[in-house]
């Protein structure tokens, strides 16, 4: 779908008899316990699944209802939930500028936009969505009862800034964005919002019409998967028309929000995946100017990063790989940087150089750390069996090797890494002493075991572990160097990102996918990623913060 597509002819709505102007006995009630769905609102660009959740929305024992206001009084000049200005970040404009969404998409083969509901700020943006639809519910129900028309126009009537206006407004300015230029004097005739509201407040404003026409302009510019959620808008619109139902013209209204959205988020994506190509090409040129730029004017600081590519030349000036080339000191340097053992010193944060891929590097190093962990409990493993002097078949340490990586894998990821191995302890002691068939008064022992060495920068033996770990990742990290460092950035994605893909997915394998294959395989991974992280970086910032004064 493009803003671009060809469009039929767009038709002006008839407005007809009042479908608000029914009396209260026309009307269904809108009682305390009444509840209705509203779709979340927030664009993002994280990672979670796309699509929208239904938030229930009931009545609750709000301290403000108690000083004998409504709703619609308290929340008079709350805006909508979903505003052109909310969908802004989903602009063509906005997504050219957006340095890091062009830097993460040369890493994520998927990246795309959707609606999130996710953190304190969703649940903000949810609670705002609840009142506004509650307000625009308790406006419209005053309008349409007799006894409260008066209170109602005495209140709204002299000003457009009640939910009713806001909302037509935002509806306008939307749908604006989503039609092609030539068809856009035929919105301002269509949804003329001072024309709609002297409708509605004289009882003529046919919502049914209005929504039929939207409806026919809506599936003619989104996408055919939409029609369903068109139609489903209709229908509200329709019901609550014809049998004089509040409710269910707000939630027409709810839906017709939505599905502006869905189609702002569709055409968004739409750009992006198409330009993909052009952003990861020029990568390195833009991101060069816009650093450039920001180092001029005082914007962006890289002393720390300065010291620390000269503290990383005067470590390993006499212990270069003549496979990284001119960036075997960087690339020591960054390895270095994903050790779990420095994570409490001074690598703990990566320099501000690496801002964007700060959160990739920690990735990186937490799958170091899982890595070596589950070394560790091998190592445990072995010396158990020594202890009793037993000897296990191949096919049992494979066995316990792959349920331990399953222990690992089904851990909460919502929680810090310590908690994570904390919780997985007691299980892999338990699937440890279960292999070695060792007696009982030993659980504890390997549980002791576990929890004194796994994750522990100060232990020997975890420190043995890792260090023999980073060795293997540097050997297989010169190997990915020398293989990705003459490509063109588009060649480094398609190495290093798409040909990890497998042919029944659609995103490279995550990492205990990898493990499970073997730990060489994991291996493997972390050095693929880390060379394409280290090389574009290496490419953006190379002259403007490490070589030069």
């Not at 004194?452 to 033996?461: K, M, T």
Request: contains cysteine; neutral net charge.
């Amino acid at each position: 779908m493009s803003s671009s597509a060809s469009t039929a002819a767009v038709s002006t709505p008839v407005f007809q008899s009042s479908r608000l102007n029914s009396s209260p006995s026309e009307t269904k009630s809108i009682g305390a316990g009444s509840s209705h769905t509203l779709q979340a609102e927030r664009i993002s660009t994280e990672s979670s699944n796309s699509g929208t959740r239904p938030a229930e929305i009931k009545e609750s024992n709000n301290p403000k209802r108690s000083t004998g206001r409504s709703i619609a009084e308290i929340n008079f000049t709350i805006g909508p939930p979903i505003t052109k200005a909310t969908l802004s970040d989903l602009d063509e404009a906005r997504i050219v500028r957006n340095s890091k969404l062009r830097h993460d998409i040369n890493f994520d083969p998927d990246l795309h936009f959707r609606p999130n509901i996710l953190g304190d700020r969703g649940k903000t943006r949810q609670e705002h969505s609840r009142a506004f639809w509650r307000a625009l519910t308790e406006q419209l129900g005053m309008f349409v009862d007799e006894n409260r028309r008066s209170e109602f126009m005495e209140r709204y009537a002299h000003s457009d800034e009640w939910c009713l206006p806001l909302l037509l407004r935002t509806i306008k300015d939307i749908v604006e964005t989503l039609v092609p230029v030539q068809d856009r004097s035929l919105m301002e005739e269509a949804l003329n919002v001072n024309l709609l509201m002297q409708q509605f407040y004289k009882g003529m404003l046919n919502l049914e019409g209005m929504a039929e026409w939207l409806a026919g302009v809506l599936k003619t510019h989104c996408a055919p998967m939409r029609d369903g959620e068109v139609n489903n808008m209709l229908a509200r619109f329709r019901l609550g028309s014809r049998e004089g139902n509040v409710e269910q013209l707000v939630m027409g209204m709810c839906k017709l929000l939505s599905v502006l959205e869905h189609m702002k988020l569709d055409l968004a994506n739409h750009y992006l995946r198409w330009m993909r190509p052009a952003f990861i090409t020029e990568t390195v040129h833009y991101e060069q100017r816009r650093v450039s730029k920001e180092i001029a004017t005082c914007r962006l600081d890289i002393g720390r990063s300065k010291l620390w590519y000269h503290r990383a030349q005067l470590k390993y000036a006499h212990d270069c790989t003549e496979d990284f080339g001119d960036m075997s000191i960087f690339f020591r340097a960054v390895a270095r940087l994903v050790r779990p053992s420095r994570a409490q010193k001074d690598d703990a944060i990566p320099p501000e150089t690496f801002h964007y891929d700060k959160d990739r590097l920690l990735r990186i190093r937490n799958d170091v750390l899982d890595a070596v962990n589950i070394v560790i409990c091998m190592r445990v493993y072995e010396h158990v069996l020594r202890i009793l002097g037993e000897r296990q078949s191949e096919m049992e340490t494979n066995n316990l090797y792959l349920s331990l990586v399953a222990i690992l894998q089904s851990t909460s990821t919502n929680v810090v890494q310590a908690k994570r191995w904390a919780e997985a302890v007691p299980h892999m002691a338990v699937e440890i002493f279960r292999h070695a068939k060792a007696p009982a008064y030993m659980l504890a022992m390997v549980e002791s075991a576990l929890g004194e060495v796994l994750s522990n920068p100060h232990d020997e033996l975890f420190l043995e572990v890792e260090a023999d770990y980073h060795r293997r990742l540097l050997m297989d990290l010169c190997n990915r160097v020398r293989e990705y460092k003459g490509m063109s950035s588009w060649s480094l994605y398609t190495a290093a990102v798409e040909k990890r893909i497998p042919t029944s997915g659609n995103m490279p394998r995550d990492f205990y996918e990898c493990l499970r294959d073997g730990m060489d395989s994991g291996v493997s991974d972390l050095a693929v990623r880390l060379a394409h992280v280290g090389i574009l970086h290496w490419w953006v910032w190379a002259d403007l913060a490490y070589l030069g004064e």
